[in-house]
């Protein structure tokens, strides 16, 4: 049978692949954002959020966020995975108003990045393209038999799960999936099997119980294909954006960390929106990847302007138990 072998879950946001002496280019989008209040915001603000904005923090902070994205690559590529199953959102790349299935697996035998037009761009997204699209395009390689083992054994365990093989006309895979084939998997080009879960778009998104459920499902999926293959899981989003929340951060952190699944599924829904909402993806992996252990790889706080918007930048992999912590484990439960 299939085994999993590593877990990883990673912002990506363009800010996280934009050089800090551009981040003001994400605050002015911000500032120009409709769904923003950003004056209300700025009013409401924690003055301690000023000394955030400074280009010496911001140039400490995109430093670690790309170590941790480097250490990520590294556990990914030293897993040596046949095929990466990747889990993230789509923000009108892939599905459009035609169709927004709540969760749709990718079985085809290869997927399109299809890149967007840089003249198009807004300045902030045009400065972070390297992370989301290989200039040119690129088909990148799809495990469509694991594709199609998911989506039967995921109907069978009642989710009724959209499939598709082929992509709509100029329709490209997101930047949820290019980012982590471009930023970790690098020259790498290992399979992948595309798993999107509606974050954003009311009002079909699932509740984080149901995505916690999903996930659980999704492990036992993955470990019941009879293949001899690695597979890797890897979520792709989060945490809180676009205007920043540590509590929530810290509130899933610890979820994932205890392995709390009262806390992961009881998140409130009313703060998992815009780009929070892609703490979706997060709670599935945990769920999927339940038998390992969760280690935080690194978390900071990106404010980017003085309305206390930013990217809480969350990077975390999941390890093997090992024999002893399992024990121990066992030991605790019954005393």
């Not at 108003?97 to 290869?110: S, Y």
């Not at 699209?133 to 009642?158: F, I, K, N």
């Not at 979520?235 to 709390?260: C, M, N, P, W």
Request: aromatic share 8%; net charge negative.
């Amino acid at each position: 049978m299939a085994k999993i072998v590593a877990g990883i879950a990673t912002v990506h946001s363009p800010h996280v692949s934009t050089l800090p002496e551009q981040w003001d280019l994400h605050a002015q989008r911000d500032r120009n954002n409709p769904d923003i209040d950003f004056e209300g915001l700025a009013r409401a603000a924690r003055p301690e959020i000023h000394a955030e904005l400074a280009s010496e923090v911001y140039r400490n902070k995109y430093d670690r966020c790309n170590r941790a994205i480097d250490e990520l690559s590294s556990a990914l590529l030293e897993a040596k995975p046949d095929v990466v199953v990747i889990i993230g959102d789509d923000q009108h790349e892939m599905f459009l108003n035609d169709c927004i299935p709540a969760f749709a697996i990718f079985r085809g035998e290869e997927i399109l990045d299809i890149p967007e037009d840089l003249a198009t761009m807004d300045p902030s997204i045009r400065a972070a393209d390297w992370a989301r699209h290989v200039r040119g395009g690129e088909a990148y390689p799809c495990d469509a038999e694991l594709g199609r083992h998911l989506t039967a054994q995921l109907s069978q365990a009642d989710f009724d799960v959209a499939q598709l093989s082929r992509q709509g006309e100029g329709r490209g895979i997101g930047h949820a999936f290019s980012f982590i084939r471009i930023r970790l998997m690098r020259e790498h080009l290992i399979p992948m099997v595309p798993i999107f879960v509606n974050c954003f778009y009311p009002p079909n998104q699932p509740t984080p119980g149901r995505c916690y459920a999903f996930g659980k499902a999704l492990g036992r999926a993955i470990e019941s294909w009879d293949s001899n293959k690695r597979v890797a899981i890897a979520a792709s989003g989060g945490l809180s954006h676009f205007v920043i929340d540590e509590t929530l951060d810290y509130q899933v952190i610890r979820g994932l960390i205890e392995k709390r699944a009262d806390i992961l599924t009881q998140l409130p829904v009313e703060k998992l929106v815009s780009g929070t909402s892609e703490i979706r993806n997060w709670i599935v992996a945990a769920a999927a990847l339940e038998a390992f252990d969760m280690e935080l790889v690194d978390y900071t706080a990106a404010y980017r302007s003085a309305a206390g918007t930013g990217c809480g930048m969350g990077f975390a992999r999941w390890n093997a138990v090992s024999a002893s912590a399992e024990k121990g484990r066992l030991q605790s439960s019954i005393a």
